[in-house]
T-cell receptor, first 112, second 116 residues
């Protein structure tokens, strides 16, 4: 079992729709959770970090964390073609000294 | 937020040679992280570079193959030694920092390495 698993994708949604990206992790003591966006040929960039159960909203993005289910998701509201990218879920444990483990990513395409 | 300058951006190298990748950060940071991203795959941590001590390597990565220097709090290098085609990948340095309401990695622009 991979430490961090994401929807295999690719995911395609129409412009203006809600895109839902999902991630599960295996290490129960994980403390910090991240979503990164990576455009083709570019480096990943941080979108959201979340540490507590529940929702965290930042603009059109909402991260949801459920530690009991070992599940973290990212919702993108009012999806735009510019949101088309690969989204990487990353997890950090309490004793990992800043090191993150990344999922394989889900590629999202938003169609105009 | 910190800005990371990474170079070279890309290189094509002969097998058996070595390449040194440099990362310069515009502010002092305690830890720098070196990742590899092979084509179509996610990021794998190679090592953590701490100033004043030896780098900490992840399973599957060794110092002889990937020596790292960290002479000060703003600079680090990663060398890929005795390269083979399997080393063809994108190499990324990163630092942790606050980014607005979030906290996570900022990455350098990456070095795309092709070994022939």
């Amino acid at each position: 079992q991979k430490e961090v698993e994401q929807n295999s994708g690719p995911l395609s949604v129409p412009e203006g729709a809600i895109a839902s990206l999902n991630c599960t992790y295996s290490d129960r003591v994980s403390q910090s959770f991240f979503w990164y966006r990576q455009y083709s040929g570019k480096s990943p960039e941080l979108i959201m970090s979340i540490y507590s159960n529940g929702d965290k909203e930042d603009g059109r993005f909402t991260a949801q964390l459920n530690k009991a289910s070992q599940y973290v998701s990212l919702l993108i509201r009012d999806s735009q073609p510019s949101d088309s990218a690969t989204y990487l879920c990353a997890v950090m444990g309490s004793t990992n000294a800043g090191k993150s483990t990344f999922g394989d990513g889900t590629t999202l395409t938003v169609k105009p | 937020s910190a800005v990371i300058s990474q170079k070279p951006s890309r290189d094509i190298c002969q097998r058996g040679t070595s390449l040194t990748i440099q990362c310069q950060v515009d502010s002092q940071v305690t830890m720098m992280f070196w990742y590899r991203q092979q084509p179509g795959q996610s990021l794998t941590l190679i090592a953590t570079a701490n100033q004043g001590s030896e780098a900490t390597y992840e399973s599957g990565f060794v110092i002889d193959k990937f020596p790292i220097s960290r002479p000060n709090l703003t600079f680090s290098t990663l060398t890929v030694s005795n390269m083979s085609p399997e080393d063809s990948s994108i190499y990324l340095c990163s630092v942790q920092q606050e980014l607005g309401v979030n906290y996570g990695y900022t990455f350098g622009s990456g070095t795309r390495l092709t070994v022939v």
